[in-house]
Structure formats: C-alpha cells, structure tokens
T-cell receptor, first 117, second 113 residues
C-alpha cells in the first residue's frame, strides 16, 4: 500500500490566487512528520514546510501553510498569492520511525503546478 | 555551508560498467538516504542508513549496493550498470526522529548507454 498519495494531475493557478495541493498518508507510527518539497526545473529539492504529528497548530512558512487533518490523514499544502516562480513540481513526504530514534523518509509521486500570468 | 555534497554531478556509463556515487554530510546527522527520481515516478528510496554501521533496503534496491563508511559518508555503487538505471540520484540526510528538516544534495544525473 502506498504510504504517501498525491493523486492530482497537473495543477494550474492564476498568478496572485491561492492553490491547494493534496496529500494523504498512511502510517501506524504515532510519531511521524510530514514535509513538502519544491523541485523547480533546475532540479534541486527545496524544503518548504514541516508538520509534526503532535503539533497542535497547522504549520505556516510565509506564503506556505499546511492544512493538517490528522483524523483524515491528510496534509495539504496551501500556497497563497501564487507567483510565477512557484511553477514547479511539489512533493509530499512522510518521516516514520524505523528503530529507536532513527527514521525513514518516503515520498509521494509529486504534483506539477503551473502558474499562469 | 556545505550541507550534503554528492559527486559526480553528471556521468555517462556504458552498460556493464561499474561506478560509485559519493555522498557526504557535515551536519552530524544520524540517517542518510539514496533516492532515484524518474519521470512520473517521484522519488523512490533505494537504500538508507538509519545510523552509522547500519544499512537497509528501500523500495528499489536491486542492482545497487551501499556503504556507510562513517557517520559523514554514504556511498552508492552500481556494480554492473544497466540502461534501466539511467536516472537522477539524490542523497539526503536527516537528524533522528525529532529532526524536522531533511537536507538533500543537488542530485547526480546518470546515463547508462
């Protein structure tokens, strides 16, 4: 079974509008972390935002916020006021405990976002 | 700030040749990872090392071997390269379970002809 699911096809958004990128996850580990990464056409992986499973509030980082719904096992990324530079591939990832204090990171397949001027 | 450094950045191999991708991190992280990225497949975990001295298989380990040389370094070896191993390879590292940031190298573009 997939641990991280990103099912949206390519997404399009008008510049300056908000957009939500969906992510659902599956884990039995009560202490896990959820990440979003951006990968522009240049190829590097850029960390955007992190949400811990025990965090009471939804994470926010500038124009990025994470809509964390624990009971539904979803961790959607919201980008407000989209900019042309937001056009990229976006990956959701989950960190689970492996043994002791060590962990493993699993990625979804990604969503392509295109921002229209 | 070096972070995660992987080499080489680009490599072309002939089928059957061997090579090693090197990765080093200077952040004193426990865990290190090797991923491959193929079009439409996202990032898939090849091998990981939860801590120094341990290595484990990920989703797609066939055709690869790894060595956690010390806490800093984690190498990925292709013993007999195949065209199916043409991909972009990323090394990453993380703190233990309390860490909230995973750092990636810049990627290595490998083509097997």
């Amino acid at each position: 079974a997939q641990k991280i699911t990103q099912t949206q096809p390519g997404m399009f958004v008008q510049e300056k509008e908000a957009v939500t990128l969906d992510c659902t996850y599956d884990t039995s580990d009560p202490s896990y972390g959820l990440f979003w990464y951006k990968q522009p056409s240049s190829g590097e992986m850029i960390f955007l935002i992190y949400q811990g499973s025990y965090d009471q509030q939804n994470a926010t980082e500038g124009r990025y916020s994470l809509n964390f719904q624990k009971a539904r096992k979803s961790a959607n990324l919201v980008i407000s006021a989209s900019q042309l530079g937001d056009s990229a591939m976006y990956f959701c990832a989950m960190r689970e405990r492996v043994t002791g204090a060590n962990s493993k990171l699993t990625f979804g397949k990604g969503i392509t976002l295109s921002v229209r001027p | 700030n070096a972070g995660v450094t992987q080499t080489p950045k680009f490599q072309v191999l002939k089928t059957g040749q061997s090579m090693t991708l090197q990765c080093a991190q200077d952040m004193n992280h426990n865990s290190m990872y090797w991923y491959r990225q193929d079009p439409g497949m996202g990032l898939r975990l090849i091998y990981y090392s939860a801590s120094e001295g341990t290595t484990d298989k990920g989703e797609v380990p066939n055709g690869y071997n790894v060595s956690r040389l010390n806490k800093r370094e984690f190498s990925l070896r292709l013993e007999s390269a195949a065209p199916s191993q043409t991909s972009v390879y990323f090394c990453a590292s993380s703190l233990d379970i309390s860490g909230n940031t995973i750092y990636f190298g810049e990627g290595s573009w490998l083509t097997v002809v």
